[in-house]
């Protein structure tokens, strides 16, 4: 039958002492796309706030490093291992550059590098996923088996493998990365491909008329939008941890400025007998850091996507608000409400 | 009865002032639509809805007792063993994991019964509702449609309540899966004597088994009356417009219209009488003032302005 | 390429229609006889009522013609010409354009991140209806008020969360419509809609019959409505197509056992408290995974006889627009 009232997933509680008398204009008025609405749900989200913020900091700071540290960032600058000072507020590495001007310009490297692995990788996941998940019999085997060979090479071996006998820069560090990334993201959107496929709607565009690169991908990608932010994200994620690891090993041009090779030098200057602290806890911290405010974005945008988590911790404050324990039968409340 | 569902659009008024009586022995019929809130009267009535929703007003009196006051220790003695209910479609009702047996013999070991004991009722109960006791070591999925609503009829019957609850349970089978369990409660009733609150949207269906029926819309019952004057004398444009939505396999063919629009938004009913946006015989007075219940007969009552003036006649 | 074709008046001739799924392992191989030896025909203009419970293979059988699954064996003739040898692998735009299909879930029919205008739109320009945006534009808006769902341009732009479930259904009405189809297929329409709004979408698909000349395949398991739209009925059981024929006839004198129990088995508070149900068939449908041979409705079947669990029965004509597949008269004639 239509969608009866009872455990209605989509209804979300609000404390009563927030409502006023008059409900607010029913949405069935204006249209409201379903990814709008996403975006705007987790948008409101504390935890999306927080990875907002997080992440904008960063990305300002990369983009205007020429303001904030208008000198190169190899440059020698002073005495090495100085501890941090009003001069040089992170202190000096162990070739005596300025840690400061290095960690705002080893953002700009980090970042890139971050991002369009992220990008790319998830794309190429997704035109491969995809069209094996939709296709089926050979088209579907070959893509399948192709992209289950690329995630049971092991990761680690083979980007080392590759980065050492390639030529050293950030493309190849690219490259590299998006080569042994994408096939996790493939399989995802794969396996979410399998299950919408079977949906009518688009069976009913099949009857249509629809040819089969529409479907995938404008009929059946739109609904899978949460799993392509969330899936960009992770794979940012990873990759910037990916790419400080491989630099941090010597793998990468050490002569460009990243956050990553900041620890191959402090690594390689015994940062930690010196107890130069201030020469890996930076690179670490912004890592780390990073990395948070994107997984606050997708525990966000996780949120939204499944109602059960949001409903259970608004419940529990109307159940606060009217001193009832019980969340086991239905609670009574002897109050006119509207 | 008023229960309300919390969302972000504002309150639900899923259940307004909702009020009526079962006598021992009878099997009253609650028809509606979805949303009219039949199942969650019915849920209301145990205390078995989920959040966001709120029971704000009324009382249940059982036995002398009223079930909104009743803390959990005695909701969980006073549910199945008074008041059992058998829900929409057994596929739900039923744990996938768990032999029959267990899940028959678990409500009764919770209500103090020994193992044995419950093993031997449940055999009983088998009996009862027309399975083989060997089934009993089966799993849900080994089962038919017609023998899964059955095994779940026979755990609502297992601590011998007075009332059943049935919420659409026959909705989800096929046609004579379905008249084969309705042959099945009602031997069961007339055997064991239990009273039957039976919900669905299956007017034609209630006529059949009921004792008395009442007609809900949008949160509020609007007609009550026994089964066979409701089906000779329909008084409420809405039940007229429901009975003019069946076609029948027999008799002449007629053009049958339905109702035009489609249920109201609860969280802002309409002004006066609920219906009165899709009611054919709508009067100004519709619009502002809601219509209070009239009894027109003995035990039929009607709430339209259409009969203002009527009422105790007869 | 063979070009199988067929004299014939009809629009739509299916025969001998079969479809097995393949469960199972490897090591022992089952089939699933979801659809066995079907074979009707719809004229022009008519709508023909597939009825059967769940299980009877009647969705099996449609999405076959609206070419969504392979058939296994069988032949669908449209319009004289079998396409099942002229277009063996995939049906060509030119048949979906005169084929289309109306699921049964107003819900899940619809894409839930396009607006109901995308919809509409889409088949338009697949089909080559429609150009520029304004006149596609005006082409949606005339199809939403066909199918009696104002105001249009409020609608064209609304998304499928904010309609009705009966709303939902007349644009996948309107959908249908949107490339000008000759045969329309209706699995269950009316079955997941509330039960006042179901006389509408009816009313309307029997409009559509009247005024436009469409044929519909309407399929359900409600008796009722099927004589109440049918201009022929066709009863199926697991799988088998056990009694057709003009749904006056079938209603007035059914035949097949089956048929007989499925019609008792309907509530009609019309007809009064029946006390007395004939037909009391116990029993639950058989499994579709390698039958026995012979009918399959021999374990439930009152009158059965011996040739009923061996043979199947061929069709009988009881009257000229009555057929049914039953040892009782094929014996008796």
Redesign the interface.
């Known amino acids: 039958m239509e969608n009866n009232n009872i455990m209605n997933p989509n209804a979300k509680a609000i404390p009563i002492d927030e409502e006023n008398e008059k409900p607010r204009a029913a949405s069935f008025g204006k249209p409201v796309s379903t990814q709008m609405d996403f975006l705007r749900r987790t948008l409101v989200q504390p935890k999306a706030l927080i990875g907002l913020v997080i992440l904008t900091i960063f990305i300002a700071m990369a983009v205007f490093a020429p303001v904030i540290a208008p000198h190169d960032p190899s440059q020698y600058v002073g005495l090495p291992n100085q501890p941090p000072s009003p001069e040089y507020w992170l202190g000096t590495t162990g070739q005596g550059q300025d840690v400061f001007a290095q960690l705002v310009w080893g953002a700009r490297i980090s970042l890139l590098i971050g991002f369009s692995v992220g990008i790319l990788s998830t794309l190429i996941g997704m035109v491969i996923g995809m069209v094996s998940g939709y296709m089926p019999g050979i088209i579907d085997g070959v893509l399948n088996l192709f992209t289950n060979v690329f995630l049971l090479i092991p990761g680690l071996p083979l980007l080392i493998t590759l980065a050492s006998f390639l030529p050293q820069g950030m493309t190849t560090v690219i490259l590299v990365l998006t080569f042994t990334g994408w096939s996790w993201p493939a399989r995802v959107f794969r396996s979410q491909v399998l299950c919408l496929r079977e949906k009518d709607f688009v069976s009913a565009s099949v009857i249509s008329g629809e040819g089969s690169s529409r479907i995938i991908f404008a009929e059946i990608l739109p609904n899978m939008l949460s799993l392509v932010m969330v899936s960009l994200f992770g794979a940012v994620i990873y990759t910037i941890g990916a790419d400080a690891g491989l630099a941090f090993l010597g793998f990468e041009n050490i002569n460009i400025v990243s956050w990553g090779t900041m620890l191959y030098w402090a690594s390689n200057s015994s940062a930690l007998l010196q107890e130069a602290w201030w020469t890996f806890l930076p690179p670490g911290l912004c890592i780390a850091l990073v990395s948070f405010g994107t997984t606050m974005l997708i525990y966000a945008m996780d949120e939204v996507t499944n109602p059960r988590l949001r409903s259970e911790k608004e419940i529990t404050r109307v159940l606060r608000k009217y001193h009832l324990s019980s969340k086991r039968s239905t609670p009574v409340v002897k109050e006119p409400l509207a | 009865m008023h229960v309300r569902y919390l969302t972000t659009r504002g309150p639900v008024r899923a259940v307004d002032g909702v009020s009526f009586a079962i006598q021992p022995g009878e099997v009253i019929g609650l028809a509606g639509e979805s949303g009219s809130g039949k199942s969650t009267i019915a849920h209301a009535i145990l205390r078995i809805l989920h959040p966001p929703a709120l029971i704000t007003g009324g009382q249940a009196m059982f036995e002398g007792r009223d079930i909104m006051q009743m803390d959990d220790a005695e909701l969980q003695q006073f549910r199945w063993s008074k008041i059992a209910i058998v829900f929409q479609s057994a596929m739900n009702a039923l744990n996938p994991v768990m032999k029959i047996r267990d899940q028959l013999t678990d409500v009764m070991v919770h209500h103090g019964m020994s193992k044995a004991d419950a093993n031997q009722r449940a055999v009983e109960l088998f009996d009862l509702v027309g399975i083989e006791p060997k089934r009993l070591d089966s799993y849900p999925h080994q089962l038919s449609g017609g023998m899964r609503q059955r095994a779940v009829i026979a755990i609502a019957l297992a601590l011998k309540p007075p009332l059943l609850i049935m919420d659409e349970p026959t909705t989800a089978l096929d046609v004579v899966v379905q008249k084969d369990i309705l042959e099945q409660i009602t031997r069961l009733r007339e055997k064991l004597g239990f009273s039957i609150l039976f919900i669905t949207h299956d007017l034609s269906l209630l006529v059949e088994i009921s004792t008395r029926i009442s007609i809900m819309y949008a949160g509020e019952i609007v007609e009550k009356a026994p089964a066979r004057e409701l089906f000779e004398k329909p008084l409420h444009p809405y039940t007229l417009g429901l009975m003019n939505s069946f076609p029948s396999i027999s008799g002449k063919k007629h053009d049958l219209a339905g109702i035009p629009g489609s249920p109201p938004d609860l969280v802002a009913p309409p002004n006066g009488c609920r219906f009165h946006p899709r009611c054919p015989k709508a009067m100004p007075i519709c619009e502002q003032i809601a219509p209070a219940t009239k009894t027109i007969s003995s035990d039929h009552s009607v709430a339209c302005h259409l009969f203002d003036s009527q009422e105790g006649a007869k | 390429m063979i070009t199988a074709t067929l004299q014939t008046k009809s629009i739509l001739d299916v025969r001998n229609l079969t479809k097995h799924f393949p469960v199972g392992t490897f090591i022992s191989p089952k089939q699933v006889h979801a659809v066995e030896n079907v074979s009707f025909s719809v004229q022009r203009g008519q709508v023909v009522a597939l009825v059967g419970?769940?299980g009877s293979g009647k969705t099996t059988t449609i999405r076959m013609v609206?070419r969504?699954i392979p058939a296994t064996e069988g032949e669908i003739f449209f319009k004289g010409v079998d396409v099942l040898k002229s277009e063996p692998h995939e049906a060509s735009?030119g048949y979906?354009?005169l084929v289309?299909?109306i699921?049964q879930?107003p819900?899940?029919?619809?894409?839930?991140?396009?607006?109901i205008e995308h919809h509409l739109a889409?088949?338009l320009v697949?089909?080559k209806k429609a150009s520029d945006s304004q006149e596609i534009h005006n082409r949606v808006c005339e199809l939403l008020e066909t199918v009696e769902l104002k105001p249009a341009v409020a609608i064209a732009?609304?998304?499928p969360?904010?309609l009705?479930?009966?709303?939902r259904q007349r644009v996948?009405i309107a959908?249908a419509l949107?490339?000008d189809p000759e045969l329309i297929l209706a699995d269950e329409p009316i079955s997941?809609?509330?039960?006042?709004?179901?006389?509408?979408v009816l009313?309307l698909i029997h409009r559509l019959k009247t005024e436009r000349g469409i044929s519909f395949v309407y399929i359900t398991?409600?008796?009722?409505?099927a004589?109440?739209i049918g201009d022929q009925i066709m009863v199926m059981y697991a799988g088998h197509m056990v009694e057709g024929g003009e749904s006056e006839a079938i209603?007035g004198n059914p035949s097949h056992p089956y048929t007989q129990?499925?019609?008792?088995?309907?509530?009609?508070?019309?007809?009064g408290?029946?006390t007395d149900?004939n037909a009391q068939?116990?029993g639950?449908?058989p499994s579709l995974i390698d039958p026995p041979p012979g009918c399959p409705f021999a374990a439930r079947c009152p009158r059965v006889m011996d040739i009923c669990r061996q043979v199947m029965p061929e069709q009988a004509v009881i009257k000229p627009e009555h057929w049914v597949r039953c040892h009782l008269f094929s014996i008796a004639s």
């Open positions: 419970e769940s609206a969504l735009l979906r354009r289309q299909l699921f879930d819900f899940a029919s619809l894409n839930p991140v396009h607006t889409r088949p697949i089909h732009s609304r998304y969360h904010q009705s479930g009966g709303q996948a959908r949107a490339v997941m809609l509330d039960v006042s709004i179901r006389m509408g009313n398991h409600d008796l009722a409505s004589r109440y209603m129990l499925l019609l008792s088995a309907v509530p009609d508070p019309r007809a408290l029946r149900k068939a116990r639950e449908v």
